[in-house]
């Protein structure tokens, strides 16, 4: 398996609403990340996990809450967002660190904050 | 801190013709230098990587960049591009201890 896969593909949620977004990869990888891409724009670094503990926080907004169940599951909480957040919003995952070697990346939730 | 540069926003080509783009970075240490491309509607897609020794790395789908220490440039070309090559492309670096950091990305069109 040398995919990262992300659940749900699309999501449409309201400024009150909770929702999760999921992100899983089999292939070993100890390090796993959340970016936030707009349109015609670069992926932007929102957390990094290595080996399950947070390493990196970019000043993400108390609203988004990252989780690392175990090696292969990541979670991003969501709450009281705004409609400026609506984004793409990809995993990717790499190899010991912070990933050196590249990393591999989800097709990513596409989220619409109404 | 390090920072990527990619000179071209919107590239505009025929198909067949040739494909260079440009991507400097601003840090001074060891980095690892990648392209990315995303095609419409699609995941970000690994191009190429450069860590250290030949400097010319080919990459998939007939691409190749060269790094140029003296420059801090890590360019993008391909001899003759296809319709299907319309994506962003995106350079990336990484530096130890912290994450990928891209660059603003390029869009290409490439008209049949």
């Known amino acids: 398996d040398t995919e990262v896969t992300q659940t749900p593909k699309h999501l449409v949620m309201g400024m009150t609403n909770k929702k999760s977004l999921k992100c899983e990869q089999h292939m070993g990888h100890r390090a796993m990340y959340w970016y936030k891409q707009k349109a015609k724009k670069p992926p932007e670094l929102m957390f990094v996990?290595?080996?399950?503990?947070?390493?990196i926080n970019e000043s993400v907004p108390s609203r988004f809450s990252p989780e690392c169940p175990n090696s292969s599951l990541l979670n991003l909480h969501l709450h009281a967002l705004q409609p400026e957040d609506s984004a793409l919003y990809l995993c990717?995952?790499?190899?010991?660190?912070?990933?050196?070697?590249?990393?591999?990346f989800g097709s990513g939730t596409r989220l619409t904050v109404v | 801190a390090q920072s990527v540069s990619q000179h071209n926003h919107h590239v505009i080509l025929s198909e067949a013709a040739s494909l260079e783009l440009g991507c400097n970075y601003s840090y001074g240490g060891t980095v690892n230098l990648f392209w990315y491309v995303q095609y419409p509607g699609q995941h970000l897609q690994l191009l190429l990587k450069?860590?250290?020794?030949?400097?010319l790395v080919k990459g998939i789908k007939g691409f190749e960049a060269e790094f140029i220490k003296s420059k801090f440039s890590f360019n993008l070309r391909k001899p003759s591009v296809q319709w299907s090559d319309t994506a962003e492309y995106f350079c990336a670096i990484h530096q130890a201890g912290t994450a990928l950091i891209f660059g603003k990305g390029t869009t290409l069109s490439v008209s049949s």
């Open positions: 450069y860590f250290s020794g030949d400097p």
């Open positions: 996990y290595s080996y399950e503990k947070l390493s």
């Open positions: 990717a995952s790499s190899q010991g660190g912070t990933g050196g070697n590249g990393y591999t």
